[in-house]
Protein backbone atom coordinates (compact mmCIF):
# COMPACT_ATOMS: atom_id res chain seq x y z
CA UNK A 1 0.00 0.00 0.00
CA UNK A 2 1.83 3.29 -1.04
CA UNK A 3 0.20 6.70 -0.48
CA UNK A 4 -2.97 7.41 -2.66
CA UNK A 5 -5.06 10.37 -3.39
CA UNK A 6 -8.58 9.11 -4.24
CA UNK A 7 -11.35 11.11 -4.71
CA UNK A 8 -15.16 10.21 -6.39
CA UNK A 9 -17.13 13.07 -7.75
CA UNK A 10 -21.01 12.71 -7.81
CA UNK A 11 -23.75 14.87 -9.40
CA UNK A 12 -27.10 16.30 -7.93
CA UNK A 13 -29.40 17.41 -10.96
CA UNK A 14 -31.89 20.34 -10.22
CA UNK A 15 -33.38 23.78 -11.83
CA UNK A 16 -31.50 26.49 -10.10
CA UNK A 17 -33.80 29.42 -9.59
CA UNK A 18 -31.01 31.96 -9.43
CA UNK A 19 -30.43 31.05 -12.63
CA UNK A 20 -33.31 31.81 -14.16
CA UNK A 21 -34.52 27.88 -13.82
CA UNK A 22 -31.94 26.46 -15.43
CA UNK A 23 -31.53 22.68 -15.29
CA UNK A 24 -27.86 22.16 -13.88
CA UNK A 25 -25.53 19.71 -12.11
CA UNK A 26 -23.87 20.51 -8.69
CA UNK A 27 -21.13 18.83 -7.82
CA UNK A 28 -20.13 16.46 -4.38
CA UNK A 29 -16.45 15.50 -4.16
CA UNK A 30 -15.86 12.75 -1.62
CA UNK A 31 -12.21 12.32 -0.56
CA UNK A 32 -10.48 9.39 1.43
CA UNK A 33 -7.94 10.19 3.31
CA UNK A 34 -4.41 8.76 2.36
CA UNK A 35 -3.73 7.11 5.71
CA UNK A 36 -7.23 6.33 7.43
CA UNK A 37 -9.52 5.69 4.72
CA UNK A 38 -11.91 8.11 6.23
CA UNK A 39 -13.84 9.92 4.03
CA UNK A 40 -14.67 13.68 4.04
CA UNK A 41 -16.72 15.59 1.54
CA UNK A 42 -15.96 19.30 -0.39
CA UNK A 43 -19.51 20.23 -1.32
CA UNK A 44 -20.54 23.96 -3.09
CA UNK A 45 -19.32 27.13 -1.96
CA UNK A 46 -21.66 29.60 -2.68
CA UNK A 47 -18.86 32.38 -1.95
CA UNK A 48 -20.25 34.29 0.39
CA UNK A 49 -17.76 35.76 2.53
CA UNK A 50 -16.91 34.29 6.57
CA UNK A 51 -17.33 37.41 8.66
CA UNK A 52 -15.38 37.26 11.82
CA UNK A 53 -16.84 37.59 15.47
CA UNK A 54 -15.61 40.44 17.37
CA UNK A 55 -15.80 39.65 21.52
CA UNK A 56 -14.56 43.14 22.30
CA UNK A 57 -17.62 43.90 24.10
CA UNK A 58 -18.39 40.49 25.55
CA UNK A 59 -14.68 40.76 26.93
CA UNK A 60 -15.45 43.75 28.58
CA UNK A 61 -18.43 41.86 30.43
CA UNK A 62 -16.40 39.35 31.46
CA UNK A 63 -13.05 39.82 32.09
CA UNK A 64 -11.74 41.29 35.65
CA UNK A 65 -13.36 39.36 38.79
CA UNK A 66 -15.29 37.63 36.60
CA UNK A 67 -12.83 35.83 35.16
CA UNK A 68 -10.70 33.07 37.15
CA UNK A 69 -7.60 33.39 34.68
CA UNK A 70 -7.38 36.91 35.55
CA UNK A 71 -4.35 37.93 37.27
CA UNK A 72 -6.23 39.15 40.13
CA UNK A 73 -8.08 35.58 40.08
CA UNK A 74 -5.95 33.32 38.69
CA UNK A 75 -3.85 31.80 42.02
CA UNK A 76 -7.39 32.30 44.16
CA UNK A 77 -9.70 30.09 41.72
CA UNK A 78 -8.18 27.47 40.15
CA UNK A 79 -7.04 24.53 41.58
CA UNK A 80 -3.54 22.62 42.64
CA UNK A 81 -1.74 19.45 41.62
CA UNK A 82 -1.05 17.53 44.34
CA UNK A 83 2.88 18.01 45.95
CA UNK A 84 3.72 15.03 44.85
CA UNK A 85 3.39 16.01 41.31
CA UNK A 86 3.98 19.03 41.25
CA UNK A 87 5.21 20.98 44.95
CA UNK A 88 4.11 24.24 44.94
CA UNK A 89 0.54 23.20 43.29
CA UNK A 90 1.23 25.33 39.87
CA UNK A 91 4.03 25.60 37.41
CA UNK A 92 4.24 29.54 36.38
CA UNK A 93 6.67 29.78 33.26
CA UNK A 94 5.99 33.77 32.78
CA UNK A 95 2.68 34.71 32.18
CA UNK A 96 1.62 30.90 31.73
CA UNK A 97 0.05 29.47 34.83
CA UNK A 98 -0.45 25.63 34.60
CA UNK A 99 -3.29 24.24 37.15
CA UNK A 100 -5.36 21.19 36.85
CA UNK A 101 -9.12 21.25 34.82
CA UNK A 102 -11.60 21.44 37.27
CA UNK A 103 -13.60 19.07 35.07
CA UNK A 104 -11.55 17.30 33.41
CA UNK A 105 -11.34 15.04 29.88
CA UNK A 106 -8.66 12.30 30.67
CA UNK A 107 -6.59 11.09 33.71
CA UNK A 108 -4.41 13.82 33.35
CA UNK A 109 -5.41 17.51 32.22
CA UNK A 110 -3.80 20.89 32.59
CA UNK A 111 -5.16 23.74 31.50
CA UNK A 112 -2.76 26.79 30.80
CA UNK A 113 -3.63 30.25 31.44
CA UNK A 114 -1.65 31.90 28.38
CA UNK A 115 -0.85 35.15 29.15
CA UNK A 116 -2.62 38.09 31.66
CA UNK A 117 -4.42 39.76 28.58
CA UNK A 118 -8.02 38.59 29.03
CA UNK A 119 -9.21 39.29 25.36
CA UNK A 120 -6.50 38.61 22.94
CA UNK A 121 -7.29 39.19 19.05
CA UNK A 122 -5.45 37.31 16.51
CA UNK A 123 -3.30 40.06 15.30
CA UNK A 124 -2.72 40.61 19.06
CA UNK A 125 -0.99 37.15 19.95
CA UNK A 126 3.17 36.78 19.99
CA UNK A 127 5.42 34.44 19.18
CA UNK A 128 6.25 34.67 23.06
CA UNK A 129 2.62 34.20 24.32
CA UNK A 130 2.49 30.86 22.02
CA UNK A 131 5.96 29.31 22.35
CA UNK A 132 5.73 30.17 26.13
CA UNK A 133 2.49 28.52 26.51
CA UNK A 134 3.29 25.13 24.97
CA UNK A 135 6.46 24.88 25.99
CA UNK A 136 5.18 25.48 30.22
CA UNK A 137 2.54 22.75 28.76
CA UNK A 138 5.69 20.19 28.04
CA UNK A 139 6.71 20.97 31.27
CA UNK A 140 3.73 19.24 33.07
CA UNK A 141 3.75 16.76 30.32
CA UNK A 142 7.29 15.85 31.72
CA UNK A 143 5.95 15.66 35.00
CA UNK A 144 3.22 13.23 34.57
CA UNK A 145 5.50 11.10 32.57
CA UNK A 146 7.70 10.51 35.52
CA UNK A 147 5.11 10.49 38.28
CA UNK A 148 2.91 7.61 35.72
CA UNK A 149 4.76 5.78 33.44
CA UNK A 150 1.19 3.65 31.85
CA UNK A 151 0.94 7.30 30.43
CA UNK A 152 0.73 6.42 26.87
CA UNK A 153 -0.82 9.31 24.77
CA UNK A 154 -0.76 12.87 25.00
CA UNK A 155 -2.09 15.78 23.29
CA UNK A 156 -1.68 19.70 23.88
CA UNK A 157 -5.37 21.05 22.78
CA UNK A 158 -6.19 24.83 21.94
CA UNK A 159 -10.18 26.15 21.31
CA UNK A 160 -9.94 29.43 20.52
CA UNK A 161 -12.86 31.48 20.74
CA UNK A 162 -16.75 30.49 21.13
CA UNK A 163 -17.48 28.80 18.03
CA UNK A 164 -14.63 26.47 18.47
CA UNK A 165 -16.14 25.56 21.86
CA UNK A 166 -13.97 27.56 24.24
CA UNK A 167 -16.19 28.14 27.29
CA UNK A 168 -14.00 31.12 28.35
CA UNK A 169 -12.86 34.27 26.14
CA UNK A 170 -9.49 34.38 28.23
CA UNK A 171 -6.50 32.47 26.19
CA UNK A 172 -5.95 28.87 27.24
CA UNK A 173 -4.85 25.53 26.37
CA UNK A 174 -5.56 22.00 27.32
CA UNK A 175 -3.03 19.00 28.14
CA UNK A 176 -4.40 15.85 28.26
CA UNK A 177 -2.84 12.92 29.27
CA UNK A 178 -3.50 8.79 29.63
CA UNK A 179 -3.08 4.98 28.82
CA UNK A 180 -6.06 5.28 26.49
CA UNK A 181 -6.37 6.77 23.35
CA UNK A 182 -9.07 9.12 21.92
CA UNK A 183 -10.69 8.02 18.45
CA UNK A 184 -8.45 9.71 16.41
CA UNK A 185 -5.36 8.63 18.38
CA UNK A 186 -6.07 5.18 17.90
CA UNK A 187 -6.91 5.19 14.56
CA UNK A 188 -4.35 6.81 13.42
CA UNK A 189 -1.55 5.24 15.52
CA UNK A 190 -2.69 1.80 13.88
CA UNK A 191 -3.05 2.99 10.21
CA UNK A 192 0.60 4.63 10.43
CA UNK A 193 1.72 1.15 12.05
CA UNK A 194 -0.19 -0.71 9.59
CA UNK A 195 1.57 1.44 6.70
CA UNK A 196 4.98 1.38 8.43
CA UNK A 197 4.59 -3.19 8.34
CA UNK A 198 3.45 -2.92 4.75
CA UNK A 199 5.87 -0.06 3.17
CA UNK A 200 8.65 -0.51 5.61
CA UNK A 201 8.61 3.34 5.67
CA UNK A 202 7.14 6.05 8.01
CA UNK A 203 3.66 7.36 6.64
CA UNK A 204 4.17 10.99 7.87
CA UNK A 205 7.75 11.50 5.93
CA UNK A 206 6.67 9.59 2.84
CA UNK A 207 3.28 11.96 2.86
CA UNK A 208 5.42 15.21 3.12
CA UNK A 209 7.82 13.65 0.34
CA UNK A 210 4.64 13.03 -1.68
CA UNK A 211 3.12 16.38 -1.31
CA UNK A 212 6.18 18.24 -2.07
CA UNK A 213 5.98 17.05 -5.43
CA UNK A 214 3.12 17.20 -6.08
CA UNK A 215 2.66 20.80 -5.25
CA UNK A 216 -0.81 20.87 -4.81
CA UNK A 217 -1.15 20.93 -1.50
CA UNK A 218 2.44 21.67 0.31
CA UNK A 219 2.15 25.21 1.63
CA UNK A 220 5.65 25.62 3.23
CA UNK A 221 7.94 25.15 5.82
CA UNK A 222 8.73 26.81 9.58
CA UNK A 223 12.03 25.68 11.30
CA UNK A 224 11.40 21.85 11.87
CA UNK A 225 8.03 21.47 10.70
CA UNK A 226 6.39 21.22 7.24
CA UNK A 227 2.57 22.27 6.45
CA UNK A 228 0.19 21.03 3.88
CA UNK A 229 -3.40 21.19 3.18
CA UNK A 230 -4.91 17.87 4.13
CA UNK A 231 -6.36 16.09 1.24
CA UNK A 232 -9.39 14.98 3.00
CA UNK A 233 -9.71 17.85 5.38
CA UNK A 234 -11.55 17.67 8.48
CA UNK A 235 -13.22 20.98 7.84
CA UNK A 236 -13.28 24.30 5.82
CA UNK A 237 -9.50 24.41 5.71
CA UNK A 238 -7.93 21.91 7.77
CA UNK A 239 -3.49 22.43 7.96
CA UNK A 240 -1.67 19.61 8.99
CA UNK A 241 2.11 20.28 10.29
CA UNK A 242 4.62 17.40 10.71
CA UNK A 243 7.51 17.63 13.02
CA UNK A 244 10.74 15.84 12.00
CA UNK A 245 10.22 14.56 15.79
CA UNK A 246 9.57 11.24 16.29
CA UNK A 247 8.64 11.35 19.48
CA UNK A 248 7.87 13.46 23.12
CA UNK A 249 11.36 13.58 23.92
CA UNK A 250 13.04 15.10 20.52
CA UNK A 251 10.81 18.45 21.40
CA UNK A 252 12.57 21.06 22.18
CA UNK A 253 12.35 25.05 22.83
CA UNK A 254 12.94 25.32 19.12
CA UNK A 255 10.05 23.27 18.47
CA UNK A 256 7.90 25.16 20.36
CA UNK A 257 9.53 28.33 18.55
CA UNK A 258 8.93 26.83 15.23
CA UNK A 259 5.35 26.28 16.06
CA UNK A 260 4.39 29.55 17.15
CA UNK A 261 5.87 31.22 14.49
CA UNK A 262 4.25 29.12 11.89
CA UNK A 263 0.61 29.45 13.63
CA UNK A 264 1.04 33.19 13.52
CA UNK A 265 1.41 32.62 9.54
CA UNK A 266 -2.00 30.90 9.53
CA UNK A 267 -3.48 33.72 12.06
CA UNK A 268 -2.83 36.45 9.46
CA UNK A 269 -4.63 34.04 6.26
CA UNK A 270 -7.42 33.97 8.68
CA UNK A 271 -8.14 37.34 9.26
CA UNK A 272 -7.67 37.50 5.59
CA UNK A 273 -10.49 35.00 4.82
CA UNK A 274 -12.33 36.77 7.67
CA UNK A 275 -11.70 33.64 9.92
CA UNK A 276 -11.45 34.62 14.04
CA UNK A 277 -12.01 31.19 15.57
CA UNK A 278 -10.18 27.81 15.41
CA UNK A 279 -9.18 24.25 16.84
CA UNK A 280 -5.60 23.24 17.01
CA UNK A 281 -4.41 19.61 18.32
CA UNK A 282 -0.77 18.74 18.82
CA UNK A 283 -0.41 14.87 18.77
CA UNK A 284 2.44 13.59 20.55
CA UNK A 285 3.98 9.82 20.47
CA UNK A 286 5.58 9.21 24.07
CA UNK A 287 7.67 6.60 22.91
CA UNK A 288 10.14 6.91 19.96
CA UNK A 289 8.95 4.94 16.93
CA UNK A 290 9.67 4.74 13.30
CA UNK A 291 6.21 4.72 12.53
CA UNK A 292 4.95 8.01 14.09
CA UNK A 293 5.49 11.93 13.83
CA UNK A 294 4.76 14.70 15.88
CA UNK A 295 2.19 16.27 14.16
CA UNK A 296 -0.23 19.04 14.47
CA UNK A 297 -3.89 20.06 13.08
CA UNK A 298 -5.22 23.76 13.04
CA UNK A 299 -9.21 24.36 11.71
CA UNK A 300 -11.31 26.80 11.50
CA UNK A 301 -14.16 27.46 13.81
CA UNK A 302 -16.96 29.57 12.34
CA UNK A 303 -20.70 30.40 12.31
CA UNK A 304 -22.71 30.64 9.51
CA UNK A 305 -25.26 33.38 8.36
CA UNK A 306 -27.69 35.79 10.12
CA UNK A 307 -28.40 32.93 12.57
CA UNK A 308 -25.08 32.18 13.48
CA UNK A 309 -25.63 28.47 13.15
CA UNK A 310 -22.52 26.58 13.71
CA UNK A 311 -20.30 25.12 11.41
CA UNK A 312 -21.13 21.87 12.82
CA UNK A 313 -23.97 19.85 12.26
CA UNK A 314 -26.00 15.13 12.18
CA UNK A 315 -22.93 15.34 8.85
CA UNK A 316 -20.29 15.68 11.44
CA UNK A 317 -21.49 14.11 14.48
CA UNK A 318 -23.63 11.70 13.95
CA UNK A 319 -21.93 10.61 10.68
CA UNK A 320 -18.37 11.28 11.13
CA UNK A 321 -18.12 13.21 8.02
CA UNK A 322 -16.39 16.45 7.78
CA UNK A 323 -17.81 18.86 5.13
CA UNK A 324 -15.51 21.31 3.29
CA UNK A 325 -16.89 24.20 1.37
CA UNK A 326 -13.14 25.11 0.13
CA UNK A 327 -11.00 23.24 -2.45
CA UNK A 328 -7.95 22.05 -0.64
CA UNK A 329 -5.77 22.91 -3.39
CA UNK A 330 -7.22 26.45 -3.94
CA UNK A 331 -6.95 27.18 -0.13
CA UNK A 332 -2.98 26.21 -0.35
CA UNK A 333 -2.00 28.69 -2.89
CA UNK A 334 -3.33 31.39 -0.35
CA UNK A 335 -2.39 30.34 2.71
CA UNK A 336 1.35 29.51 1.14
CA UNK A 337 2.01 33.28 0.41
CA UNK A 338 1.98 33.91 3.77
CA UNK A 339 5.24 31.20 4.15
Same mark, same amino acid.
Request: aromatic share 12%; net charge negative; with cysteine.
Given at each position: ???????????????????????????????????????? @??????????????????????????????????????????????? /??????????? &??????????????????????????????????????????????????????????????????????????????????????????????????????????????????????????????????????????? /???????????????????? /???????????????????? &????? &?????????? @?????????????????? /???????????????????????????? &?
Amino acid at each position: MSITFTKKEEFFTFHDPMQNGQLIDRKTEIRLDPLTGETS @RIIFDPGTPFTPSDYSELAKETEGKKCPFCPENILSFTPTFPEDLIE /DGRLIQDEAVV &FPNLFPYSKHNAVVRMCEQHYVKLAEFTPSIISNSFSAAHEYLKKVIAKDPSTTYASINWNYLPPSGGSILHPHIHVLASEYPTNYQATTTKAAQDFYKLNGANYYDSLKTHEKELAERFIGTEGSIDWIHAFAPKSHT /DFFGISKASSFEELTEDFWQ /DLSESVLRFFRYFEHIGISS &FNLGL &FIPLTNNVDE @RVHIRLLPRLTIGALETS /DMNVFNYLHSEPLCMKEPEKTTKEASTY &F
